[in-house]
């Protein structure tokens, strides 16, 4: 998957850290503050990289900075399994393999974003930078992970020390289903976009390079069930009829209305696979809401060596403006 260079999707959701669900019942809560602390201690050593499928995965986090609100993570993975490669030349239009080696892979790092003070629930905001390999599922495998490996709190239960662990739990910013989230709503519209990328400049300056193929499909009503089925099924035939734009720019867009008033535009996996059955998946996926960040001055790479400062500022600013909506 080929990143842009000047704006990232951001995943909005909350992480909840509590007590595994063997500890003793009385016992004090875990909470963020004993996975940041562990993520921290442990950031530079092996005990903080995380190995999975068969060791062809590899996640890690470093570093973890904080501020006076905000924690900020550098969540980075590998993956061995990608394939080499290939690059073309636009003014030869020549073609060449990068040369990957065999114990090599992909290397993706996202900017994770957590709130210090949890909500009335215990949870806390969090937005991550989406990438290959690092999304809610992996975040909280990892977190997991960290958890497990720090040292047990104890509690006492009949004069003898009993120890617990803690665990995380993510949800997206609306803790539904997609297929939830369209029938509970109105439907406003489907948005399907497609980026161009232009041999020729599109204007008379050649500065324009790359257009963009939108298609809006107006709704205006709430569904049932089945009626979200065929409206995200239609978007998927329609976006991946187009046979003149990358695979990788075609975006499928629900913008949706709650009851409250409140207008989001959740972004749709379009996937590969069998038609049905990717339906069927981003409908039963928890519905995440999905920001955008953009305006960058230099431009974004597949991985950063530190947590960039410009980022971290544009999701603060986002983090904010959920928050008044």
């Known amino acids: 998957m080929a990143l842009p260079t000047d704006y990232r999707w951001i995943s909005v959701g909350k992480i909840k850290i509590q007590n595994r669900n063997n500890a003793p019942a009385a016992a004090p809560q875990h909470e963020l503050s004993d996975l940041i602390s562990r993520l921290d201690a442990v950031q530079d050593g092996p005990g903080g990289k995380r190995g999975y499928q068969k060791d062809t995965r590899l996640m890690w986090c470093s570093p973890v900075v904080e501020s006076d609100e905000y924690y900020g993570l550098l969540v980075q993975a590998g993956d061995r399994d990608v394939a080499d490669t290939a690059w073309i030349d636009f003014d030869t239009e020549e073609t060449r393999n990068s040369g990957k080696k065999d114990t090599e892979g992909a290397h993706y790092c996202a900017h994770v974003l957590i709130k210090i003070e949890p909500d009335a629930l215990g949870r806390h905001l969090l937005l991550s930078e989406k990438v290959p390999g690092i999304n809610f599922t ?3 495998a990892h977190f997991n992970w960290i958890l497990n490996g720090a040292p047990p709190k104890t509690f006492k239960v009949e004069n003898e020390d009993k120890s617990y662990r803690g665990k995380s739990e993510i949800d997206g910013f609306q803790s539904r289903t997609l297929q939830q989230a369209m029938t509970s709503g109105t439907i406003l519209d489907l948005q399907l976009v497609g980026h161009e990328a232009q041999e020729q400049g599109q204007d008379e300056a050649d500065l324009i390079r790359e257009t963009s193929r939108q298609v809006k499909l107006d709704v205006r009503r709430q569904v049932d ?3 979200a089925r065929r409206l995200v099924h239609l978007g998927l035939d329609r976006l991946r009829g187009w046979e003149d734009v990358e695979d990788d720019s075609k975006e499928l867009l629900v913008r949706l209305k709650s009851h409250e008033g409140q207008v989001k535009t959740v972004e749709v996996p379009v996937g590969e696979g069998d038609l049905e059955d990717d339906t069927k998946e981003a409908l039963e ?33 986002k983090a904010v403006e959920l928050e008044v909506t």
């Open 225 to 227: 069930a089945d009626g």
């Open 285 to 317: 996926n928890a519905f995440m809401l999905n920001e955008k960040v953009a305006g960058f001055e230099t431009p974004l790479t597949q991985n950063y060596s530190e947590i960039r400062q410009d980022m971290f500022e544009k999701l603060i600013q």
């Open 138 to 140: 992996s975040l909280k």
